[in-house]
């Protein structure tokens, strides 16, 4: 008998990683969104292939704070290069990042709707000199920024 490779699930692997990075279990992220742990979890382990529809994959990008493009790229519904991120999107992406991260003490303070695009940026050069210079080259593979 054969052992079984399992391909790598991208999605769920981001899935994990997103839950991981604020800190929340499944449980946690059930109360929170509606979706039951169990269905989040076959999702991360790939055990459950069939993407969610884009009403729940909007409900967890709001949970976990992602950019909804990024999760619909990753959950396979369109490649990367068909919808190119706006440069707002970017920084967006990136600000949402930071304020999440436990080493940004401050980031729970801040509330993202009263910022400019501009303060953001400012933000994420001042996080990017002074932070990641621990962890710049992970962080930034995670996030898929060159």
Known sequence: MTKKT???FPFGEFLKW???QKGVSLKDAEKATGIPNAYLSQLETGARRKLPPPDRLRIIANYYNVNMHQLLEKAGYYESNEVPETYEQQIEKFFLHI????????GSQINP???TIEAKRFIIEIYT???LK???KKIKEQLGIK
């Open 99 to 106: 304020i999440n991260d436990p080493e940004f003490r401050t």
């Open 129 to 131: 000199k002074h932070v």
């Open 6 to 8: 399992e391909d790598k």
């Open 113 to 115: 709707k009263d910022l």
């Open 18 to 20: 997103i839950r991981e």
């Open 134 to 136: 621990k962890h710049g």
